[in-house]
């Protein structure tokens, strides 16, 4: 069986300005803002579907394959 | 995804923004948009106005991004870096105390009430149609003034990087983000970060 490329948002934090950009637009609530700092991704939850790395105005949130 | 009363908050901006052009008096609410992130970031650690209440940023993601008055470029690197990020602060900072001091030889009477917005800290706009005087002494209305323009003037900019970059790109270098995010750091410098799930 063909085994499906996992796709997930992964951020840059150094970078990131903590504005919640991405966490208003995540459809799974998969990412938020860590105590004010950085956006933090719950790996668990994110399905990789890019609409925060789009969002977000800094452009620190990749999306990188995950190697099983 | 459910809308909340937060997310109707860019009117009140808009209405501050559009008072203004009426009776300058009403500059002095800005003060909210200034003192409520700093009480959230120092109570309670968090950039929750950044993240629910910002009535501005809502104003740039609603023209940017509903109403498609951006290009969605990404922002260049020089100006999310820290260097270009904190010197905006200090920068926004001086010239924030220049206008207190100003405000402060009205005050004192060494100084004549200026009737003008400062567009970009150089352009100095005649306002005096949305000045109808004051119950208190002129200082109050050069405060408001001098405040107007610094709100203004920060819409202006943030209109300008909209259009050019992505539609929340103001977020990037705007002072009072990065002054919350600051006090966050400062207030959450031992909280541990690997404890909870990383990005």
Redesign the interface.
Known sequence: METRIKRR???D?S?C?????C??VC?LSA?Q???????????DKCVGCGKCA???????IEIQEVRP | MKKRWYDYLWIVELTYLVLGFFNILFAWMGLLFFFIPLIIAAARGTKGYCNRYCGRGQIFGLLGGRFGLSRKKDIPRWMKSKWFRYGFLIFFFIMFFQMLWNTYLVFAGAQDLRQVVTLLWTFKLPWNWAYHGTLFHPGVAQFAFGFYSVMLTSTVLGLITMVLFKPRSWCVYCPMGTMTQLICRAKNRKGDLATEQKG
Request: proline share 6%; hydrophobic share 55%.
């Open positions: 948002a992964v951020v934090g970078a300005v903590a504005c919640g950009c966490a208003k459809p990412i803002i860590w105590r004010g700092v950085r956006a933090v991704v719950n790996a789009k969002e977000c105005p800094a452009s620190v």
